[in-house]
C-alpha cells in the first residue's frame, strides 16, 4: 500500500476500499479517477513493481508479452524491467546444493567456482566441473524464493479481485486473468524438474538437425532446486551482431527464423523467450538456445490454423483473416465482424505498397486491432508474435536486408500442403480411433431410442429462447395499447361523462395515453433493431 501510494495509486487504494487499513498514507490530489490517468502511467507502474521486488519483476516481464492485454504502452514500457539482482552467499549456495544432491559439493564437483557467472531473481548461475567429467552450469535457487513467490501470488490475487470488483474502467486490462496466467508460469518456473524436462524434450525436437544444438542436462545432478547442464562456450547472439569477419551473419538470421518456425509449426513446443541473451552462436554459424524455464506449447489443430493465419495475413486477404480467427474461437459471437474487417483493410492499406519483409509490425498492430474489441487472444498465439518479433529484430541487426517473409512463407505453404495431403485423413483416423469406434458402436442405439420415442409421441424437444421476456413484455403494451385505443373510442361515441370541446375527457386522455405508448413503442422496436 504504501508503496502504490508513492507513485501516485492513492485512488486505487481508495476505491477498493483499503484506506483504512494504513491511515497514514497521504491522499493524491494528482489523480482523482482513472480517467485522469496520463501518459506517466506506465512508467509509475513499471517503478511501482520494481521496488516491490521479484514476484513483481517476473509479473512485469510476463505483461511485456501481453500486449492484447494491457496495451502496446504498458508493454512497451515493462519490456525495460530489470532487477539489481543481490548475490546470495555461497554459503547458502553449498547448503541448496548439498541438501538437494544428498552429497557434498566436493564428492560430486571437482571444481566449483564461488562467484556465479549470472544472477537472476529466482536463481543464480555457478560455473563447475564434475569429477571425471565436462564444465557445466549448475542453476540453483534462492533460498526461501519459493515462499516469498507463492506470498506475493495470495497477495496480487487479492488485489487483482478487488481491483476488478470496484473499479469498472479497470475491467479493460484484465488483471484476474493477468494474474492467473502468471501464476501458472511463474510456478512452473521455479521447479527446475520442468526446466529439465523442456529441455530433454526439446532435444529431440533437434537430434537431427546440425544447425541448432541444445545443450545437455544431467538428471543424477538435478533436482526441483538444482538444474545442471552442459556448460556453453559460445558467443551471445548480441555480440555477435558487434563482430565483424567471424560468424555469417546472413546465414544465422535465416538459421535462426526457420529453427523457431520449425518449434512451432512442426512440433507445438517452442521456446517462448527467445531474446538475445538466451541465444549462443557456436562454430560453423550453429545456433544454441538456452534457458528454457518458459516455453509455449500447440495442439496439432491451433498449429494448422495459425499456419493458415499466417498466409492470408502474407496475402493480406483480410475475409480469410477474420474468417480464420472466428473458425479458431478467437471472436466472440458478439463481435461486429464486418466492422473488424474494415478495420484489417485499414492495416492491410497500411502496409499495401511496401515490401513486405517482417511479420512484426503486422502482426502487433493485428493485436492492437483486436484488443479494441476486447478479445482475449490465446496466450500462445501472443507469445509466438513476440517471439517472431525478437527473432525479427535480431535478423534485421545480422543483416539489414533480412526478410522474414521470403524465411517463413515457403514453410508456412508446405504445412498448408501437408494439411490438404489425402494421407492426412489416415492420420486422423489413426488418431482418434478410440472416439470412432465409440460413435458407431453407440450411434444405432441412439438412433433406435430417438425414432422409438418419435414413434410413441414421447420426443422431448428444448427450446432455448433468447430475449422471449422483451418480446412478451412488448406484445402484453401492444394489446394494452389496442385496448385504450377501442376503449377511448367507444367512450367518445357514447357522448357521456365529463365533456371538453363536444367529446368526452376521459375518451381524449385515452387517445393521449394511447399516442404516447405507441410512439414509445417504435421508437424502442427501431433502437434495438427489433424489426
Known amino acids: 500500500m504504501k508503496v502504490l501510494s508513492k507513485y501516485e495509486f492513492d485512488y486505487i487504494i481508495e476505491r477498493i476500499g483499503l484506506k483504512h487499513k494504513i491511515p497514514i498514507i497521504r491522499h493524491s490530489h494528482n489523480y482523482e479517477s482513472m480517467e485522469e490517468l496520463d501518459s506517466s502511467l506506465p512508467i509509475r507502474l513499471r517503478k511501482t513493481l520494481q521496488e516491490l521486488g521479484p514476484a513483481y519483476i517476473k509479473l512485469g516481464q510476463m505483461i511485456s508479452t501481453r500486449p492484447d492485454l494491457v496495451g502496446e504502452d504498458i508493454a512497451l514500457e515493462f519490456s525495460k524491467m530489470q532487477y539489481d539482482n543481490p548475490l546470495v552467499s555461497f554459503a547458502e549456495i553449498r547448503r541448496t546444493v548439498e541438501r538437494e544432491l544428498g552429497s557434498s559439493i566436493e564428492d560430486i564437483f571437482e571444481i566449483f567456482y564461488e562467484i556465479p557467472l549470472s544472477s537472476a531473481s529466482i536463481g543464480q548461475v555457478h560455473v563447475a566441473k564434475l569429477i571425471d567429467g565436462p564444465y557445466v552450469a549448475v542453476k540453483i535457487q534462492k533460498p526461501n524464493i519459493e515462499e516469498i513467490i507463492k506470498t506475493d501470488l495470495s497477495i496480487m490475487k487479492f488485489l487483482a479481485k478487488r481491483i476488478d470488483q470496484y473499479i469498472p474502467q479497470a475491467k479493460t486490462y484484465n488483471f484476474p486473468i493477468i494474474v492467473k496466467e502468471f501464476e501458472r508460469s511463474i510456478l512452473k518456473e521455479i521447479d527446475y524438474f520442468q526446466e529439465f524436462n523442456n529441455l530433454k524434450r526439446f532435444s529431440i525436437i533437434f537430434e537431427n538437425d546440425p544447425t541448432v544444438y541444445v545443450p545437455k542436462a544431467y538428471g543424477d545432478f538435478s533436482t526441483k532446486k538444482v538444474l545442471t547442464m552442459e556448460l556453453i562456450q559460445g558467443e551471445?547472439?548480441?555480440?555477435?551482431?558487434?563482430?565483424?569477419?567471424?560468424?555469417?551473419?546472413?546465414?544465422?538470421?535465416?538459421?535462426g527464423i526457420e529453427s523457431y518456425f520449425k518449434q512451432v509449426v512442426d512440433h507445438g513446443f517452442f521456446h517462448a523467450d527467445p531474446h538475445p541473451s538466451n541465444i549462443y552462436i557456436l562454430e560453423d554459424n550453429v545456433v544454441c538456445y538456452i534457458d528454457f524455464g518458459m516455453m509455449g506449447v500447440l495442439d496439432s489443430e491451433f498449429r494448422e490454423n495459425l499456419t493458415e493465419l499466417f498466409i492470408y495475413l502474407i496475402e493480406r486477404n483480410v475475409k480469410g483473416m477474420v474468417s480464420q480467427l472466428g473458425y479458431m474461437g478467437v471472436l466472440k459471437d458478439n463481435i461486429d465482424r464486418r466492422a473488424l474487417q474494415y478495420d484489417f483493410m485499414d492495416l492491410v492499406n497500411k502496409y499495401y505498397g511496401m515490401e513486405l519483409k517482417g511479420v512484426h509490425g503486422g502482426m502487433m498492430d493485428m493485436i492492437s486491432i483486436m484488443r479494441t474489441y476486447d478479445v482475449i487472444l490465446p496466450r500462445e498465439?501472443?507469445?509466438?508474435?513476440?517471439?517472431?518479433?525478437?527473432?525479427?529484430?535480431?535478423?534485421?541487426?545480422?543483416?539489414?536486408?533480412?526478410?522474414?517473409?521470403?524465411?517463413?512463407?515457403?514453410?508456412?505453404?508446405?504445412?498448408?500442403?501437408?494439411?490438404?495431403?489425402?494421407?492426412?485423413?489416415?492420420?486422423?483416423?489413426?488418431?482418434?480411433?478410440?472416439?470412432?469406434?465409440?460413435?458407431?458402436?453407440?450411434l444405432?442405439?441412439?438412433?433406435?431410442?430417438?425414432?422409438?420415442?418419435?414413434?410413441?409421441?414421447?420426443l422431448v424437444i428444448e427450446l432455448e429462447h433468447k430475449n422471449l421476456d422483451r418480446m412478451t413484455n412488448r406484445l402484453s403494451l401492444s394489446l394494452i395499447l389496442s385496448a385504450l385505443l377501442i376503449g377511448s373510442s367507444l367512450i367518445i361515441l357514447s357522448n357521456r361523462g365529463t365533456m371538453l370541446f363536444g367529446y368526452s375527457?376521459?375518451?381524449i386522455a385515452g387517445f393521449l395515453i394511447s399516442a404516447i405508448l405507441g410512439i414509445w413503442l417504435i421508437v424502442s422496436i427501431f433502437r434495438n433493431h427489433d424489426y
Open 236 to 255: 551471445k547472439i548480441s555480440d555477435v551482431v558487434l563482430s565483424e569477419g567471424i560468424y555469417d551473419k546472413k546465414l544465422i538470421a535465416k538459421r
Open 381 to 442: 498465439f501472443v507469445l509466438i508474435s513476440k517471439g517472431l518479433s525478437m527473432l525479427e529484430e535480431t535478423g534485421i541487426e545480422l543483416d539489414p536486408n533480412f526478410n522474414t517473409i521470403a524465411v517463413l512463407e515457403p514453410q508456412a505453404r508446405r504445412m498448408t500442403r501437408k494439411k490438404l495431403n489425402p494421407f492426412k485423413l489416415i492420420d486422423f483416423f489413426k488418431s482418434n480411433i478410440f472416439e470412432i469406434e465409440h460413435i458407431i458402436k453407440t
Open 444 to 458: 444405432p442405439l441412439n438412433l433406435s431410442k430417438a425414432l422409438y420415442k418419435l414413434e410413441e409421441g414421447k
Open 505 to 507: 375527457l376521459l375518451g
